[in-house]
């Protein structure tokens, strides 16, 4: 976007000077200067302005107020810099352009910031690795050491530091910096060592993080947003720093991992999801917004902490907290409109609500639902692969009916329905157990989204069962002779070697995806379910597992991580400029996730890719989501090259780029 700098003067006696970019009849900055510059006034980015054919002044209207300025004369034709350089969509002050030299072909940055400015950006600070030329033309001059240093120079000292820190809390607050400094360093050392950092950057290490983040925070990244601003969220969006804000990570902080209530501790999360949504998806930086939707905490540490950073209340509910929530979704549509949200680590209640609510308005998806169930689906998919059989020819027991039992429930009743399998032939293959045992329609305690898969109660006559009724998990696995038994419960040693081998006398090769972490809770180890089923059982776990050595092989387990599916489906989407997220374009992502596991890698176990190329996932998946949105006409009519070709441009890669000074035109 361009615009014209004109300066008016107020008719107050105070003798005020407005500058304002104006693009056709639209403000997008206004700020007001006294004459002594003790201070700046801004008008709504979004105020509509008309000037007078006669007098040349300018009137400035918003909903919150109107004045009239006279115009004191231009200052010439577009030269923005002067105040407010170039006005980026929603008023943000432009940093950087993109260029082609046409003579060279080179790819550069404009910049427009200078001196200590550009090296304490960290999105564009390139640390040693300025170039002579671009200190002397970018007032650098005696600000870094003489060095330069190239980035994979830069990497490898990055990485000694890295490695030297004592333990994985260090780690942590070591990348954090990095990231607050320079961006592109950070992701290219993530990128590299994916495997290596990624316990680090997100579970479990972000959760030891969140603990004690008022402790240790040195800078905030993203926007916090409680009750005592909701009302200025316009504003909010308006001073955060991004340029082209297109996905949003949020938290309310009440659900971080398993952690409980966190408030707004609970912010690691969005950033540790930002970082993978650009290090695995290709996501660039400059669009990936966190936002910790701040409505207080019931955690008695936190509220009697004087160091809490948070909104020192008890948390907002019921009718308060749907409007809150209301509000910021508005604002994001008024700001962002093609943005997408991730809703993430809601509590149980609110996360349902907020997906059932919000699908059909704003493009949004919740990854720990939706994602889960994708991943844990595409695990399936492989297994039945292995197998040489049918999704139709399984009986399925879920443990932990929450929200990713119930993701992973929605995806293997998808499956089935294509499978051709109507209502009450699903009904009979999938069998959910909560904490009260297996879920009968009838009880009125089930939460709106258990019903659907709830089973009648005549369908367990004659099964054995508790004083009150309850029929258990070792129960339903012998009644229904289950060969897919699924748990999400953090119940370590739920599946006993015991069970897991009785399964094993009707099912040769049962598949056991026990996905609680940390490992520690863990429903059962690889190993325990190898060695029950004789070598047989087709594991995927929630933590990483090493190899485990029997009847004379080497088998492998697959973590089921959601990394697998959350950045390519963000990627599809934004690519696609689908209009919402739908289930079918998870499934489309469980099944391409689980064409790109290799037959060697089945043949060693696994049942989903290597983790080392998660940047060729993401691509697949990201394809696999923009045609299933232009097939369901939700998203650009665009046939499947154009798609990839476009998703292959949109993938980032972090390097460091040569700078030349500018001053944006007209």
């Known amino acids: 976007m361009r615009g014209t700098l004109t300066r008016y003067a107020t008719q107050a006696p105070s003798g005020l000077i407005c500058a304002c970019v104006q693009v056709s009849s639209r403000i997008t900055s206004a700020t007001v200067i006294p004459p002594s510059a003790a201070g700046t006034i801004r008008a709504p980015a979004a105020s509509r302005a008309s000037t007078s054919p006669s007098t040349g002044n300018l009137f400035i209207a918003s909903s919150s107020r109107s004045f009239t300025l006279p115009r004191l004369g231009a200052s010439g034709a577009g030269s923005l810099a002067i105040l407010c350089r170039d006005a980026a969509p929603g008023g943000h002050v432009k940093t950087f352009d993109f260029k082609i030299d046409p003579l060279t072909n080179e790819h550069y940055y404009e910049v427009y910031l200078r001196g200590q400015q550009l090296i304490t950006d960290p999105l564009l600070n390139k640390g040693s690795n300025f170039s002579i030329e671009e ?41 954090l910096g990095l990231l607050n400094r320079n961006e592109t360093l950070f992701y290219r050392l993530l990128i590299e060592n994916l495997v290596e950092m990624l316990p680090i950057v997100y579970t479990p290490t972000v959760g030891q993080a969140c603990l004690l983040l008022s402790r240790i925070m040195r800078r905030a990244r993203g926007v916090y947003i409680h009750p005592d601003n909701i009302g200025a969220i316009d504003t909010i969006f308006h001073n955060q720093p991004l340029p082209d804000v297109q996905l949003i990570v949020a938290t309310d902080g009440e659900r971080i991992l398993g ?44 509220l009697d902490d004087p160091l809490y950073l948070g909104y020192r209340q008890r948390r907002l509910e019921g009718e308060a907290y749907d409007r809150f929530v209301e509000r910021f979704v508005l604002g994001v549509k008024r700001n962002f409109p093609n943005a997408l949200i991730q809703w993430e680590d809601f509590a149980k209640h609110k996360a349902f609500a907020l997906l059932e609510r919000y699908r059909e308005r704003v493009p949004s998806f919740d990854d720990d639902i939706q994602g889960t169930g994708a991943v844990s689906c595409a695990a399936l998919i492989t297994a039945m692969r292995i197998k040489n059989s049918r999704f139709a020819d399984q009986r399925f027991v879920i443990v932990g009916f929450g929200q990713a039992g119930v ?46 898969f709830a089973i009648p109660r005549e369908m367990a006559a004659g099964w054995p069962c508790d004083a009150q009724g309850r029929v258990g998990l070792a129960e339903v696995v012998r009644q229904t002779r289950a060969t897919v038994l699924v748990g999400v419960t953090a119940q370590r040693g739920l599946f006993s070697p015991a069970l897991l081998a009785e399964m094993a006398t009707w099912e040769p090769r049962p598949v056991i995806l026990a996905l609680s972490n940390p490992n520690s809770q863990s429903e059962c180890t690889p190993e325990e379910a190898l060695r029950a089923t004789g070598g047989g059982a087709l594991v995927a776990t929630g933590s990483p597992f090493p190899p485990v050595e029997v009847g004379g092989r080497r088998v492998a387990t697959s973590q089921c991580n959601n990394l697998y599916v959350f950045p390519g489906v963000g990627l599809g989407v934004l690519v696609a400029k689908a209009q919402r997220v739908t289930d079918r374009m998870f499934l489309a992502a469980s099944r391409a996730l689980s064409d790109l596991v290799l037959e060697e890698e089945r043949r060693q176990g696994l049942l989903l890719p290597p983790m080392e190329r998660i940047r060729e996932v993401s691509f697949h998946v990201a394809l696999a989501v923009a045609r299933e949105a232009r097939d369901a006409g939700l998203g650009r009519l665009l046939d499947d090259d154009e798609l990839a070709s476009l998703i292959r441009r949109a993938q980032w890669v972090p390097e460091f780029v040569p700078y030349r000074p500018g001053i944006p035109q007209r």
């Not at 970018?138 to 120079?153: D, F, I, K, Q, R």
């Not at 030297?164 to 780690?171: A, C, I, N, Q």
Request: with cysteine; proline share 6%.
């Open 135 to 175: 200190r002397a033309s970018l007032g650098l001059v005696g600000l870094l050491p003489h060095g330069v240093s190239t980035m994979e120079e830069q990497v490898a000292r990055a990485l000694d530091s890295y490695r030297r820190k004592p333990d994985d809390l260090e780690r942590y607050l070591f990348l």
């Open 259 to 302: 952690l409980g209530d966190l408030g707004a501790d609970g912010m690691g999360i969005p950033v540790g999801k930002v970082s993978l949504y650009v290090a695995a998806g290709g996501l660039h930086p400059a669009c990936c917004l966190p936002v910790c939707l701040d409505v207080g905490t019931n955690n008695e540490r936190l």
């Open 407 to 452: 993701g992973t429930a929605w995806h293997i009743a998808a499956v089935l329905r294509d499978e051709g399998l109507d209502g009450d032939e699903i009904r009979r293959r999938i069998f959910p157990v909560d904490v009260q045992g297996l879920l009968f329609d009838d009880d009125p305690t089930l939460d709106r989204w258990q019903r659907p």
